[in-house]
């Protein structure tokens, strides 16, 4: 995760997890891969047809006009091409498909985006990321605040929908998930414009 779209490299990703769940590479189990993906469809279902490791859909919004602006990725496939590709995904026992969701303030974080993520989500083997934003400046999103991430997960298990919380480590000396990147930026331009 982090580090570029796996399904865009895939016969490499294939390579890597076959040496690190061969006995004579890293030995890994296949229940402790994950792979994630900003949702290309095409190489989804194929994904879980060649490997039994687990998949990763960063999904971040629950209508296609907020993630076209999230993720450019929906301009190309939707979220219900997205959500058909996921519903092909091969289900074996014990692997379900991990939602992941990146919750910005004012942004993808209201009621009404439970509501819609439940609905979509429904009837499927997942379960969902909640990630809290790590607030950057010049960035432009806001931390939704403790009380608001609660809320949202409450409302998704009441609806059904298995929902974790996303512990965040390192934030308080900007080293969280996205944080590092842009301080090397703002060093690498002489300063913290």
């Known amino acids: ?6 399904l865009h490299n895939y016969d490499n990703v294939m390579r890597s997890l076959e040496l690190l769940l061969s006995k004579e590479g890293a030995n890994f189990s296949h229940r402790h891969i994950t792979v994630s993906t900003s949702g290309l469809v095409p190489n989804i279902v194929r994904f879980g047809e060649d490997t039994q490791v687990k998949l ?6 629950t209508t296609d006009e907020q993630r ?7 301009k190309k496939w939707d ?25 910005l303030r004012d942004v993808n974080d209201s009621d009404e985006d439970a509501a819609r993520l439940a609905a979509l989500l429904r009837d499927l083997p997942v379960k969902v990321n909640l990630i809290p934003y790590n607030e950057n400046p ?6 939704p605040g403790a009380e608001r991430v609660v809320a949202f997960r409450k409302a998704l298990d009441a609806r059904g929908v298995t929902a974790m919380v ?3 480590r390192g ?10 990147a842009v301080q090397g930026q703002r060093e690498a331009r002489g300063g913290l414009a």
């Open 79 to 103: 979220i219900a091409a997205l959500m058909d590709a996921v519903r092909k995904f091969p289900s074996r026992q014990g692997r379900r498909v991990t939602f992941e969701y990146v919750l």
């Open 56 to 61: 990763a859909v960063s999904l971040n919004a």
């Open 68 to 74: 076209a602006r999230l993720m450019p990725v929906d």
């Open 1 to 6: 995760m982090g580090m570029g779209e796996p």
């Open 138 to 143: 010049g960035l432009g999103f806001g931390d």
């Open 166 to 168: 996303r512990k965040n």
């Open 171 to 180: 934030r308080d000396i900007a080293a969280a998930c996205g944080q590092l």
